[in-house]
C-alpha cells in the first residue's frame, strides 16, 4: 500500500525562534498551522506558508512540556511546569484561560476526538479529565504510583491511556472510571504512549531504548522494536496507521513500517536528544523538535524536494560542543537520579503496606477488646 513515507523523506523546514529545547510540536487540523511549546515557557505557532509570520504566546510561568490543537483546530491546549493548563485561541491576541487542579508538573494535554474534553497526565501521579468549554475540572484517574508522563484518549473517546514512571502503561474506562489493565512489559520509564488511528492498538516508548505496540481488545502484546541506543522520547502513528515515527535521545527519528515490523528510515537532523516528532493530521508532513532549539519539519516526498526555508524570528545558535567527560558525568548523575527516583517511589509503596498493616493491626485489636468486654 502507497503512503507518502513510502518514498524518502527530506527536510522542508527550520523553525527558528525559541531560545531553550523544544519539548512538543502538534499540527492543526488543515496543516496550516505548527505549535510547539519550549524550555523558553513561551510557546509559538507557526504558519506552514514560507515567510509568514509566527505567533509568540506567553502566559505560562515556567516551561511548556506539552501542546496538542482541538479537533477544529479552534483551540489550541498546552501544559507546564507552571501546574497548569492553558487553552489559547491561537490568533493574534493569543488569549488565554487557565485550568489549575495538578498539584505537580503537566506533562501531556489530549483534546477527545469531540472536542468537548481534554486529559491531562502529571507528576503529581494523576490522570484529570477536564470539559473543555465549561473550563471545569472533572475526575482524576490515580493508580499509577509514580509520574505519569502521557495521557491520551482513544479516537472514539472511550478510552484512556496512560504511561508512567511506573513502569507501566495503564488503559482506563472513561465512563466507569476504572482502570481495565495495565501493561507491565518495560523495562523502564515508560515516556510516551498513544493510540494506533484503529483504536485497537497501542505504542509506548521507553527510557529501556525500546517501542512497543499492544492490542487493547486482547492485551496481546504485538510487536516490540529494540532500534534506538537511548531513550525513546515520542513517537507518532501515520493516519494510515500503516506507519510509525519515533523520536529519541540518541538524536535520530526512526520511521517504522508497521504492516511488515521492520525499520524504513533512520534521520539524523537533530544535533542533540530529539525530544518529539508529530505527523501532521494528513499524514503530508510531520515535524520534531529537540534541545538544539528549533522545529523541524520534514515532508515525507522524492530526494530533492525538500528545502531550507528560515524563518525571520531570530539567528540560529552554533552549535555547542560538550566535553565526553561532561556528558558522561551528566550521564551519571540522570541515572543516579533514575535510582533515587525508583528508591523513592519503592519506600513510597512500602510506606503504604506498613500504613495497611498498621491499620489492619489496630482493628484487629479493637475486637479483641470489643470480645474481651463482659
Known amino acids: 500500500?502507497?503512503?507518502?513515507?513510502?518514498?524518502?523523506?527530506?527536510?522542508?523546514?527550520?523553525?527558528?525562534?525559541?531560545?531553550?529545547?523544544?519539548?512538543?510540536?502538534?499540527?492543526?487540523?488543515?496543516?496550516?498551522?505548527?505549535?510547539?511549546?519550549?524550555?523558553?515557557?513561551?510557546?509559538?505557532?507557526?504558519?506552514?506558508?514560507?515567510?509568514?509570520?509566527?505567533?509568540?504566546?506567553?502566559?505560562?510561568?515556567?516551561?511548556?512540556?506539552?501542546?496538542?490543537?482541538?479537533?477544529?483546530?479552534?483551540?489550541?491546549?498546552?501544559?507546564?511546569?507552571?501546574?497548569?493548563?492553558?487553552?489559547?485561541?491561537?490568533?493574534?491576541?493569543?488569549?488565554?484561560?487557565?485550568?489549575?487542579?495538578?498539584?505537580?508538573t503537566v506533562r501531556s494535554v489530549h483534546f477527545c476526538s469531540d472536542g468537548q474534553s481534554f486529559v491531562t497526565a502529571s507528576d503529581d501521579k494523576?490522570?484529570?479529565?477536564?470539559?473543555?468549554?465549561?473550563?471545569?475540572?472533572?475526575?482524576?484517574?490515580?493508580?499509577?504510583?509514580?509520574?505519569v508522563r502521557c495521557a491520551k484518549f482513544s479516537p472514539d473517546g472511550r478510552l484512556i491511556v496512560s504511561a508512567s514512571d511506573d513502569k507501566t502503561v495503564k488503559l482506563w474506562d472513561k465512563s466507569s472510571r476504572e482502570c481495565v489493565h495495565s501493561y507491565c512489559e518495560h523495562g523502564g520509564f515508560v515516556t510516551y504512549v498513544d493510540f494506533h488511528p484503529s483504536g485497537t492498538c497501542i505504542a509506548a516508548a521507553g527510557m529501556d531504548n525500546t517501542v512497543k505496540v499492544w492490542d487493547v481488545r486482547t492485551h496481546r502484546l504485538?510487536?516490540?522494536?529494540?532500534?534506538?541506543?537511548?531513550?525513546?522520547?515520542?513517537?507518532?502513528?501515520?493516519p494510515s496507521g500503516n506507519y510509525l515515527i519515533t523520536a529519541s535521545s540518541d538524536s535520530t527519528l526512526k520511521i517504522l513500517d508497521l504492516m511488515e515490523g521492520r525499520l524504513l528510515y533512520t534521520l539524523h537532523g537533530h544535533q542533540g536528544p530529539a525530544t518529539t516528532v508529530a505527523f501532521s493530521?494528513?499524514?503530508?508532513?510531520?515535524?520534531?523538535?529537540?534541545?538544539?532549539?528549533?522545529?523541524?519539519?520534514?515532508?515525507?516526498?522524492?530526494?530533492?524536494?525538500?528545502?531550507?526555508?528560515?524563518?525571520?524570528?531570530?539567528?540560529?545558535?552554533?552549535?555547542?560542543?560538550?566535553?565526553?567527560?561532561?556528558?558522561?558525568?551528566?550521564?551519571?548523575?540522570?541515572?543516579?537520579l533514575d535510582v533515587l527516583t525508583q528508591t523513592v517511589s519503592i519506600l513510597e509503596q512500602r510506606l503504604t503496606l506498613t500504613e495497611d498493616k498498621l491499620k489492619q493491626c489496630l482493628e484487629n485489636q479493637q475486637l479483641i477488646m470489643q470480645r474481651a468486654t463482659p
Not at 479529565?129 to 493508580?143: E, G, P, Y
Not at 504485538?222 to 501515520?238: R, T
Not at 532549539?293 to 515525507?300: G, M
Open 1 to 104: 500500500m502507497a503512503a507518502p513515507c513510502a518514498e524518502d523523506p527530506s527536510l522542508e523546514r527550520h523553525f527558528k525562534g525559541h531560545r531553550d529545547a523544544v519539548t512538543c510540536v502538534d499540527f492543526s487540523i488543515n496543516t496550516k498551522q505548527l505549535a510547539s511549546g519550549s524550555m523558553d515557557s513561551c510557546l509559538m505557532v507557526w504558519h506552514m506558508k514560507p515567510q509568514s509570520r509566527a505567533y509568540r504566546f506567553t502566559g505560562h510561568k515556567d516551561a511548556i512540556t506539552c501542546v496538542n490543537f482541538s479537533p477544529s483546530g479552534h483551540l489550541l491546549a498546552s501544559g507546564s511546569r507552571d501546574k497548569t493548563v492553558r487553552i489559547w485561541v491561537p490568533n493574534v491576541k493569543g488569549e488565554s484561560t487557565a485550568f489549575r487542579a495538578h498539584t505537580a
Open 126 to 147: 494523576t490522570v484529570k479529565v477536564w470539559a473543555t468549554h465549561r473550563q471545569k475540572f472533572l475526575f482524576s484517574l490515580s493508580q499509577h504510583i509514580n509520574w
Open 222 to 238: 504485538l510487536q516490540h522494536y529494540h532500534l534506538h541506543s537511548a531513550a525513546v522520547n515520542g513517537l507518532s502513528f501515520h
Open 281 to 336: 493530521r494528513t499524514g503530508e508532513y510531520f515535524a520534531s523538535g529537540g534541545s538544539d532549539e528549533q522545529p523541524e519539519v520534514d515532508f515525507p516526498g522524492p530526494p530533492g524536494r525538500g528545502r531550507s526555508v528560515e524563518s525571520v524570528q531570530s539567528q540560529p545558535q552554533e552549535p555547542v560542543s560538550v566535553p565526553q567527560t561532561l556528558t558522561s558525568t551528566l550521564e551519571h548523575i540522570v541515572g543516579q
